[in-house]
């Protein structure tokens, strides 16, 4: 063991280096130990809930995959300022959609369900959060969150899509693809499932299934939610890291896709889930693949 000249160590100088070279700071503590005859320094880095943190020097973010320290992705970087709501990625603007694209009918009900009557103008729209106008263009967009009120299909949310492999029901596999907006997805999937086998915990598989759609990381447009159906069990794995602590919880990231969702689940099929059944599941957070891994016994 070397060691370090303990005249060097100086906890004020490393304080000044990070506050003048990471935005924001992160915080730390240091300390010189002496451990047979020679003096080690010791710097605690301790988690921040100010993340991600920037490099002036090079404007770059960093993260750890393994034991190694790598550059973040745009759809990292971007997925950590939701996580600690720097940005609500559900109030995003999707700028190549239209309003056109509203399935008024959803919109309608909607508005009924929360006791107020719907004018089907722009200005309502614009007031309730469903349209904002840009200020240059004066166009009206819509936002990531209105992925409840589209029609059908729409091809500009073609990776909401739910892909179902079904190995239980035959030796062959079965593939089910389930596209559209959030509750057609929703009742359709939840439907094929309970046509497999009469499950004694749906509530639970719609409630993981609710939890996915709603808190998976829309801006990986590569990927869809995959739902693996086998004898003994279900695998639902989601695009972008969920913290597993809180994946059992009645909580929910996205707090306006979920409010809405509550204002539609009148009759309490996917968001309230038997809580001692859903202590039951497990849930893997996968960092090397950014995704999470939900299984359902």
Request: aromatic share 14%.
């Amino acid at each position: 063991m070397v060691g370090i000249n303990k005249e060097d160590f100086n906890e004020e100088k490393i304080q000044q280096i990070i506050s003048t070279r990471l935005d924001p700071p992160v915080t730390i503590s240091a300390e010189l130990v002496n451990l047979h005859g020679k003096y080690l320094g010791i710097i605690t880095i301790y988690s921040s809930n100010n993340k991600p943190h920037q490099l002036k020097e090079n404007g770059a973010f960093y993260i750890r995959r393994g034991s190694t320290t790598d550059f973040m992705h745009k759809e990292e970087i971007a997925y950590m300022l939701q996580e600690y709501g720097l940005i609500h990625i559900e109030q995003t603007p999707v700028f190549n959609a239209q309003v056109s694209d509203f399935d008024f009918n959803l919109v309608e009900k909607y508005f009924t369900l929360s006791g107020l009557s719907f004018q089907r103008d722009d200005a309502q729209l614009i007031s309730s959060g469903f349209l904002y106008q840009d200020r240059e263009t004066k166009k009206y967009i819509l936002q990531l969150e209105e992925y409840f009120f589209l029609k059908q299909y729409s091809a500009l949310f073609s990776h909401t899509s739910i892909l179902i492999k079904d190995f239980a029901s035959s030796s062959e596999v079965s593939v089910k693809l389930f596209a559209g907006n959030i509750l057609n997805q929703l009742n359709a999937v939840s439907n094929y499932i309970s046509s497999i086998k009469k499950y004694d915990n749906i509530d639970v598989i719609n409630f993981c299934i609710s939890k996915a759609i709603i808190e998976r990381n829309y801006l990986n447009i590569n990927r869809c939610i995959e739902v693996f159906i086998y004898k003994d069990k279900i695998e639902i794995v989601i695009p972008g890291l969920i913290d597993k602590n809180n994946f059992k919880k009645l909580e929910f990231k996205n707090i306006w896709m979920y409010f809405k969702l509550m204002i539609f689940d009148v009759d309490k099929k996917f968001i309230y889930p038997n809580i001692k059944k859903l202590k039951k599941i497990k849930v893997f957070e996968g960092p090397s693949q950014e995704i999470t891994k939900v299984i359902i016994r």
